[in-house]
Nanobody, 127 residues
């Protein structure tokens, strides 16, 4: 079982930055890939960015490429999402997800699909 706890959300003005953190219980070997997803009111869940434990490959949704960066600290079992140049359309609840069955970042973020979810953290981009 993998437990995920997100933090770092909040209210930020357009053009600002936030850094989300996800603390994962257990060992990094418990999952094949881990990533960030988001869901805005009235919309489906979207894969934002995922990173593979196997080869550290990454996936970014087209809407965040060049603005968001995913990173991982295996020693601390943490995953981060640095979000820069935030836009109002980035407003959503952001969830951390982990895939414990063999998967790729393209499948995990693209479907989106995850075996475990955190409770989510709200990000609001507004002036």
């Amino acid at each position: 079982q993998v437990q995920l706890v997100e933090s770092g959300g909040g209210l930020v003005q357009p053009g600002g930055s936030l850094r989300l953190s996800c603390a994962a219980s257990g060992s990094p070997s418990d999952y094949y890939a881990i990533g960030w997803f988001r869901q805005a009111p009235g919309k489906g869940r979207e894969g934002v960015s995922c990173i593979s434990r196997i080869d550290s490959s990454t996936y970014y949704a087209d809407s965040v490429k060049g603005r968001f960066t995913i990173s991982r600290d295996n020693a601390e079992n943490m995953v981060y999402l640095q979000m820069n140049s935030l836009k109002p359309e980035d407003s959503a609840v952001y969830y951390c997800g982990a895939g414990v069955t063999p998967t790729t970042v393209e499948f995990m973020c693209g479907m989106p699909s995850s075996d475990w979810w955190g409770q989510g953290t709200q990000v609001t981009v507004s002036s």
